[in-house]
């Protein structure tokens, strides 16, 4: 009888049981009961608190299409770039060749494994690097037609700011090169206004300060003529010359602009060709401009006799 | 009535020691670095202290600072040069994860660098603090311009491994945690910085100032080379052309020339080529360094860090010409594989005999000087000054330094030079010199360059591990005001 009893209990039981598993299975079959859908427990849950922050820097590479882009988010563990021409990466660091110049939207999504997303955008200008041509210096009074115009030191001490003598015995070629027809003006130097040898406070220099682009090359060109033996007589020590130089920056100072000199020019040209007057020898003398392109022309003569310079110029070499 | 006397004689010596100093005494614990130095000799001894932070200490206490003798777990070790003895990217250990570009904000390198480069900041503003002692103007200049240099060379160092840091431009007491933990944009470290340099070239000038020069010690071409390599590392137009004029002032003074022969620049202490180097002194505990024996196998404690990846010896036998047998060798007693070792720094010149580890000396007590500038360094520079970013020059100023040095190695110098030249060159130059991770920081190639070297070697890089963590320690310490660097958390 106890048995009998036993066995209704679980009968009863286990009926109940069914009813209350086919509820729940039926509950589990609704997607609507929000409660039983799978989520993480509410109590005692942490909201996230360190979402991602997503950011990134981009570095143009030696192919100005090309760039990478160094990831510096936080708190994230998964990437998606979108470079805004269509392509895209997953990689944490991202690289890019864009197809050509022009203005990309670059955005990275930063995900963590909470599924909490953070987007940064950034645009990129895509441009091609433009070398910047050689600056063509404007040689103040290059032909001489204008006296000592541009020539002069601002002051020398222990020596004169006059920088020549004018001369109407210069270069039958104009300053562009095109044949005048007859002599143009042109600058003059003596035994009286030598350097060298005949160092003294009237030794003359022509002198102007330019400005050219840094660490490049370039032509210094002028044209000189030199007495022969026959128009006058006398040889200086090393011979009749004309020297024209290019100094290693800018001077107020003629005594300055000697001490450079004499420490070294960027370059110097010693021009011997005694032709005769107005029989003109043109000189190119190629020279690397210095760190900041401020320099100057100095001109000066060592001679004996009659010397003269015309046209000078200073242009890039290439 | 009979201690009368003796009450009386006490009362006496009582009130007539009241009158000295008696009951205001300086307490000899409170000798600080505020009233300690009252003459110019007493800090001048605190400006070779502040040297000895850069020299550090030669033991393997991790708490004790270890300077420029540890510099290359955090420079060389996280380049393409070097690693230790058996790369392995599963290797966690502290020297493991800087070859393996996987750092933790825990290593005990990065911290050490870290608080040793500061402490050399600390001790340089102590000696700016103290000037006031100093009577004579050209002797406080010189100091000044010493104490600039140091702080200068410290800060951008940390600059370029930590990024932004905090900005410490005096001594500050412990309470000032704002300053302590609060970090600052690099540009404006780096403003700090070139205002140092730009005050030790002029402080530093022997024809101003009349004092002699030491290589181990500032100088005014130091400061001028140093000051060429902030604004190659700024990069803008403007500082090219600074660090050009720099560069030709130590070139245009005559005052320093290569040597003939590549080996004479290492075993030759002070040549004619050093123009800043920290000096050391073999067999002395305090004076001398370790890493020298670090470098080989079983002669330092950790035999064998810093060896030479197969990577950098291709690049050495491609391009180093007479540079190769001085640059590194093999290891003699690597049993197996075939490894590399460094063979610039040989403990005072001994290369350890056929099995690589004996001495007639102590190497662990090494006296090699550690060569922070040489004259190779400043005709580089001056080669990259002149290309000023661009990818190429043939201005024949830049191609007559490079050539110098590539006359030195014994090869031919091209009419024009590439940036890729000039990386590879500086590479093969200064391999394990501590220079290459910034140099290709410098040249914006590390990313590429790395990154493809990581995954030749099974490590994992990514564009964040340029910069290391701010020690895990300091960001404890500051209780949440510092923060980390990306890629670290």
């Known amino acids: 009888m106890k048995n009998n009893n036993i066995i209704k209990r679980i009968a009863k039981f286990s009926s109940s049981a069914v009813a209350l598993m086919a509820c729940f299975l039926l509950a589990s079959c609704d997607p609507t009961i929000d409660s039983l859908k799978f989520d993480l427990p509410e109590a005692n849950s942490k909201e996230d608190l360190n979402p991602p922050i997503a950011n990134f820097a981009a570095t143009e590479t030696a192919d100005y299409l090309t760039y990478t882009f160094s990831n ?38 930063a995900i963590d494994k909470l599924g909490k997303t953070s987007t940064f955008t950034s645009d990129i200008v895509v441009v091609k690097p433009i070398i910047p041509p050689s600056i063509i210096p404007d040689i103040l009074n290059g032909d001489f037609s204008d006296g000592q115009d541009n020539w002069k030191f601002s002051s020398f001490s222990g020596g004169t700011t006059s920088p020549y003598n004018t001369s109407g015995d210069g270069s039958w070629l104009n300053y562009d090169g095109s044949d005048n027809g007859s002599k143009t003006a042109g600058a003059k130097w003596t035994q009286s206004t030598s350097a060298g040898v005949y160092t003294s406070s009237k030794t003359r220099y022509a002198y102007q300060a330019i400005l050219i682009t840094p660490n490049t090359p370039y032509i210094l ?63 190119t003398k190629l020279f690397t401009s210095n760190a900041t392109g401020a320099v100057s022309i100095l001109i000066y003569g060592v001679t004996d006799v009659d010397a003269y310079v015309d046209n000078v110029k200073v242009y890039p070499a290439n | 009535m009979k201690y009368i006397k003796y009450i009386t004689v006490i009362l006496t010596v009582g009130v007539f020691a009241s009158c000295s100093d008696f009951l205001s005494p300086a307490p000899s614990s409170s000798i600080t670095s505020g009233n300690y130095y009252t003459t110019a000799e007493e800090l001048e001894t605190g400006l070779i202290g502040a040297y000895a932070a850069v020299k550090g200490i030669n033991d393997y206490d991790k708490d004790n600072n270890h300077g420029v003798q540890y510099e290359f777990y955090v420079t060389e070790m996280r380049s393409d040069n070097t690693s230790t003895k058996s790369p392995d990217s599963e290797d966690a250990s502290d020297a493991g994860q800087l070859e393996s570009f996987s750092v ?6 990065v911290l050490n660098y870290y608080s040793s480069y500061f402490q050399i900041i600390y001790r340089a503003n102590v000696i700016l603090e103290n000037l006031g002692v100093v009577t004579d103007t050209n002797k406080a200049a010189a100091l000044e311009g010493e104490a600039k240099f140091l702080r200068a060379y410290a800060y951008f160092n940390l600059v370029r491994l930590f990024g932004d840091l905090p900005l410490i431009n005096r001594v500050i007491s412990p309470a000032e945690t704002d300053i302590q933990y609060t970090r600052v944009s690099s540009s404006v470290i780096y403003d700090l910085i070139v205002a140092d340099l730009d005050n030790a070239v002029s402080g530093l000038d022997p024809d101003i100032t009349g004092f002699a020069t030491y290589k181990t010690r500032a100088s005014k071409a130091a400061a001028q080379a140093l000051l060429a390599k902030v604004h190659l590392t700024i990069g803008t137009p403007d500082s090219y052309t600074k660090a050009q004029l720099l560069c030709e002032s130590i070139i245009n003074s005559q005052k ?27 067999g002395i505990q305090n004076n001398s360094q370790l890493f020298s024996s670090e470098w080989m196998n079983a002669v330092g404690r950790t035999s064998g860090v810093n060896y030479a990846t197969s990577d950098v010896i291709a690049a050495i036998d491609a391009n180093g010409g007479q540079r190769v047998a001085d640059s590194y060798r093999e290891d003699p007693i690597s049993t197996g594989t075939i490894r590399y070792q460094v063979a610039k720094y040989f403990p005072n010149g001994e290369n350890g005999g056929i ?48 050539k110098l040095v590539r006359d030195r190695a014994g090869l031919n110098t091209p009419n024009s030079i590439k940036k890729t030249d000039l990386l590879l060159e500086r590479r093969v130059e200064f391999a394990f010199e501590n220079q290459r991770f910034f140099d290709l920081v410098r040249f914006g190639e590390a990313e590429s360059v790395l990154r493809a070297f990581s995954l030749a070697n099974d490590f994992t890089f990514d564009s964040t591990d340029l910069l290391l963590p701010i020690p895990q320690n300091e960001i404890n310490l500051s209780k949440g005001a510092m923060n980390q660097n990306p890629g670290y958390n």
């Open chain 2, 256 to 282: 320093f020339s290569l040597k003939d022969d590549f080996h004479d620049v290492f075993y030759t202490e002070l040549n004619s080529e050093i123009i800043f180097a920290i000096g050391y002194e073999n």
């Open chain 2, 104 to 109: 933790l904000p825990t290593n005990s390198f």
């Open chain 1, 221 to 283: 060109e002028y044209e000189y003529a030199i007495k022969t033996e026959a128009e006058q007589d006398g040889v200086a020590a090393g011979g009749n010359r004309i020297i024209g130089e290019i100094l290693n920056g800018q001077f107020s100072d003629g005594a300055d602009a000697i001490a450079s000199s004499t420490a070294g020019p960027l370059a110097q040209d010693v021009g011997l060709k005694t032709l005769g007057k107005t029989t003109f020898t043109k000189v």
């Open chain 2, 355 to 402: 099995d690589g580890k004996t001495f007639t000396g102590l190497p662990r007590l090494a006296g090699n000087d550690w060569i922070i500038l040489r004259y190779a360094d400043v005709l580089l520079m001056h080669t990259e000054a002149i290309m000023a970013g661009a990818s190429e020059t043939s201005a024949s100023t830049a191609v007559a330094s490079f």
């Open chain 1, 72 to 109: 510096t988010s936080s708190s994230a563990t998964d990437y998606t770039w979108n470079y805004g021409d269509g392509s895209s990466s997953v990689g944490k660091d991202g690289s890019n060749t864009f197809p050509a110049e022009g203005t990309y939207t670059v955005s990275l999504t």
